[in-house]
T-cell receptor, first 115, second 119 residues
Framework: NAGVTQTPKFQVLKTGQSMTLQCAQDMNHEYMSWYRQDPGMGLRLIHYSVGAGITDQGEVPNGYNVSRSTTEDFPLRLLSAAPSQTSVYFC??????????????FGPGTRLTVT | AQKVTQAQTEISVVEKEDVTLDCVYETRDTTYYLFWYKQPPSGELVFLIRRNSFDEQNEISGRYSWNFQKSTSSFNFTITASQVVDSAVYFCALSGPNAGGTSYGKLTFGQGTILTVHP
């Protein structure tokens, strides 16, 4: 199993550009999510999905879009990049089978710089 | 609203010292779950432990141990006889139950504690 994969590993964007961060998992996990990690702030939830066709907003959703057309993939789209979106982005997935939350498996991260 | 506070931003120890990482949480849920994750220099987050609010037993796994105290809303993590490979950022996180609505799997993370173990 590859686990959770993310591409690209690094990206530099100019203000106003758009791009898509890719995330895929091969563990048949129902739950997938995107976090951003900023110094001194831990990880904050951007968007999440509980299954194909179902997405919802997290704590910091503005400026980001997601869709989930398959169980495996959960891309994150930056619509018009801003310097405030400079961050490290993590995708995570987990089973969603009972009331007890399972541990989340994280991808290696994408380091994004917006100039 | 949920909140997790890791008051120690950075800790530096010498190998073989014991070190405790503090975690204090706030939640209005009666059922909740606490996690610790490790982020080594490679960058990926690695799951260490999950504890539910009904289980206040302390847990030990090798050199790692966790002390859950509901009365003080704390879930502290101790590494005994630290090693250089323990150098990482450690995150404490909190989740409500998967009860539908907006609470599915939403982890609230603390700010993280950077642990450096010197040889």
């Amino acid at each position: 199993n590859a686990g959770v994969t993310q591409t690209p590993k690094f990206q530099v964007l100019k203000t106003g550009q758009s791009m898509t961060l890719q995330c895929a998992q091969d563990m048949n996990h129902e739950y997938m999510s995107w976090y951003r990690q900023d110094p001194g702030m831990g990880l904050r939830l951007i968007h999440y999905s509980v299954g194909a066709g179902i997405t919802d907003q997290g704590e910091v959703p503005n400026g980001y879009n997601v869709s989930r057309s398959t169980t495996e993939d959960f891309p994150l789209r930056l619509l018009s990049a801003a310097p405030s979106q400079t961050s490290v982005y993590f995708c995570a997935s987990s089973y969603l089978r009972t009331e007890t939350p399972y541990e989340q498996y994280f991808g290696p991260g994408t380091r994004l710089t917006v100039t | 609203a949920q909140k997790v506070t890791q008051a120690q931003t950075e800790i530096s120890v010498v190998e073989k010292e014991d070190v405790t990482l503090d975690c204090v949480y706030e939640t209005r849920d009666t059922t909740y779950y606490l996690f610790w994750y490790k982020q080594p220099p490679s960058g990926e987050l690695v799951f260490l432990i999950r504890r539910n609010s009904f289980d206040e037993q302390n847990e030990i796994s090798g050199r790692y141990s966790w002390n859950f105290q509901k009365s003080t809303s704390s879930f502290n993590f101790t590494i005994t006889a630290s090693q250089v490979v323990d150098s990482a950022v450690y995150f404490c996180a909190l989740s409500g139950p998967n009860a539908g609505g907006t609470s599915y799997g939403k982890l609230t993370f603390g700010q993280g504690t950077i642990l450096t173990v010197h040889p």
